[in-house]
């Protein structure tokens, strides 16, 4: 995911027109970099709403709104798979109201999953804001035919591999099996069956791989020197490498990149919501979207946004998701209580396999 940052508090206010009234205030809680000051500046201009940013992570967002009873902010931005469980739990949140939102300004794809991943009943909870994925980073001269996970097992890139001991691959390389992971999360017996035959075909590949990575810069320093020339790793990385080297870049495997959306959210005793509502239609209007890109690092959910984006960043992203990759992203939804066990074990025989 997105590099973000920790837990700190900043208050920017404007003057309400030149009146002197007081203005109305939005209270975001919300990642780093998402909503940056020349954003909040133009939000402010132009409504006359103050914006007042807690910058926070999941855990800390549910914390602090569970502490509440879903009071103190007015808008959230957690991850899609972080909240149909805690509110379930509870009671945080309150439903979206989608006629408020314009949804012409979302990547259709994005909202809809999104909405699915976020419902409770007949009710939404969330809808899409910035996203990223993981995938392949590949040296295209190095290995040009890889396409998807499973070619990391290939004997044409044998010693030259790098990916996680992580859930993520077991995910992406279930994926590329031909097989649906997050389809069998409500069935443990049958999602037991696909993380087996992931095993046994992770077990098989060891021989390929030059180093499990363990962090960014450990991967990084690996695809520099030309030790590995492919891997699983996050798009940013990928693009990162390619400014560099044009030769190394970020693909979307054809089986699908594994994709992260961080949301908005209304906390259920939000004091603000017309204004939290005119956020969220201002920041995903392209042109305001393209800044938030620049701060963040990542891209939004925003329809057409990428051609507001620096060239060079446009230029790469529109080179690793064309509108079909994107449309065949694997949404992470919210892990079932049992399933990291399963996982766990099967990372620790793998590790353990000769």
């Not at 390389?173 to 443990?188: I, N």
């Not at 979307?252 to 959210?265: E, H, K, N, R, V």
């Not at 509502?277 to 920041?283: A, H, L, S």
């Not at 060239?311 to 080179?319: N, T, V, Y």
Request: overall charge negative; proline content about 5%.
């Amino acid at each position: 995911m997105t590099f973000k940052t920790g837990i700190t508090a900043i208050t920017l206010a404007a003057s309400f027109a030149a009146t002197g009234a007081s203005a109305e205030t939005l209270r975001l809680l919300t990642w780093g970099g998402y909503a940056p000051d020349e954003v909040i500046a133009k939000f402010t201009e132009e409504t006359g709403i103050e914006v007042e940013v807690t910058k926070s992570n999941n855990e800390e967002m549910i914390a602090k709104l569970r502490a509440t009873g879903g009071g103190g902010f007015d808008l959230a931005q957690p991850s899609q798979d972080r909240i149909s469980g805690a509110q379930a739990e509870f009671e945080i949140y309150k439903p979206i109201d989608l006629s408020k939102i314009n949804t012409d300004l979302f990547i259709t794809s994005m909202l809809e999953s999104t909405k699915g991943n976020t419902t409770i009943g007949e009710d939404v909870y969330g809808v899409p804001h910035i996203w990223g994925t993981s995938g392949l980073v590949v040296n295209t001269a190095g290995a040009p035919d890889v396409q998807d996970y499973t070619d990391l097992c290939e004997e044409s890139v044998a010693g030259k591999v790098s990916y996680r001991l992580k859930r993520p691959t077991l995910i992406g390389f279930a994926f590329a099996m031909g097989m649906d992971p997050f389809a069998a999360y409500s069935d443990p017996a049958e999602y037991e069956k696909i993380i087996s035959a992931v095993e046994e075909k992770l077990t098989e590949c060891k021989a390929n791989v030059k180093a499990y990575w363990g962090g960014g810069d450990e991967l990084l320093g690996l695809l520099r020197s030309g030790e590995v020339t492919a891997s699983m790793a996050w798009d940013t990385g990928g693009w990162k490498l390619n400014a560099e080297n044009p030769d190394i870049t970020f693909v979307a495997p054809t089986s699908g990149a594994l994709g992260w959306i961080d949301t908005f959210a209304l906390p259920r005793k939000t004091k603000a919501e017309d204004a939290a509502y005119k956020w969220i239609n201002f920041v995903m209007q392209p042109e305001i979207a393209a800044m938030i890109t620049a701060s963040a690092g990542n891209f939004t959910a925003s329809l057409g946004a990428d051609g507001f984006a620096d060239e060079e960043l446009k230029a790469r992203f529109q080179a690793s998701f064309p509108p079909e990759a994107i449309d065949n992203i694997n949404w992470y939804p919210t892990v079932p209580a049992g399933l990291e066990e399963i996982e766990g074990l099967a990372l620790d025989r793998i590790k353990a396999a000769k």
